[in-house]
């Protein structure tokens, strides 16, 4: 039996985003089967909802509420069974068709709703970073061949992805597939897969950095500091012959770190350093008082995506340093 779900309203940005949870709330139930029909024009939704009558389906339909009647109006048969629910949504039932249906105002949060309507079936989750949606596609087709299992892959980035997975795959597996790309065994932020670390062994980090406009502090709760100038990180020390050269992102991302260790509490240090020089890569330094490693990759030209691929690297290459540490 498939799972459709079907959401209208007249604003497709606030569509996408109820698509996005929607989408996001079936997966962490383990439910794989499903299709998606938005709209914003009415006339195609309802046809929508009229196909559903033929079908033995699992539905759920989100619209306005003011519109909520003539949904349901659309497929009602005298031999359904309807139910109200928190008296706000109604449910459908025609047994002898297998066919359930969910009405539910678009305006409400609708998960309270589909908890007891949907099922919860087991699902495993891995969240990976710096390897294209092909790769992963590649490895996960392998994966579900091999352990009969299925799998959704919800891509956030070029490089950052989010698997769903209906079947135990040991960890061990998973690396051998995608080695230090595999981050998490949850659908987590990089920021928070960090946080999380460093949480945990009590430790603290300072973040520096120069290019990015404080992006990296942002996403971070922890102390730093954010360079808008030369002459500012001369002012915090950096010998103004290491601005000069091809090298000087790297040499200035290095030095920044080393600086920031000694001159703070932190037990580690994350420095960054975005195009500093002659050269249009991007440094980033991890590091604690005992090692720093130095990374550099070129990103995209526009400025956003950028920052935002930059500092995910960044987070990422601290993540890395922490796991392979022996604690």
Known sequence: MQNKVLVFDENQNLTAKCIEKLEKFLLSRGLFNFSFLTSSDFEIFKKGIEDCRQEKSTVIVICDNDRLDECLGLVKDDSDSLTLINEQAVKLEDVTQELKMLFIPFELPFENFLKEFVANEKVFV?????????????????LGNEFGLSYKIITKTLFLHTVYYSKYIDESRLISEFGESLYSDKDETLEDKLSSILQERGKSLSVVEFGTRGKILSRLDFDGKVFYSVEQMKEFGVPEELFAGENAGKDVAFTLAKFSLEKSKSEYVLSVCDRLGETPKSYVAVGDKSVVHLYSSVFSEDKYERMRDLSDFAIFRMICFLKNQNV
Do not use: D, I, M, N
């Open 126 to 142: 891995c969240s990976l970073f710096g390897c294209g949606r092909s790769v992963v596609e590649q490895k996960f087709k392998t």
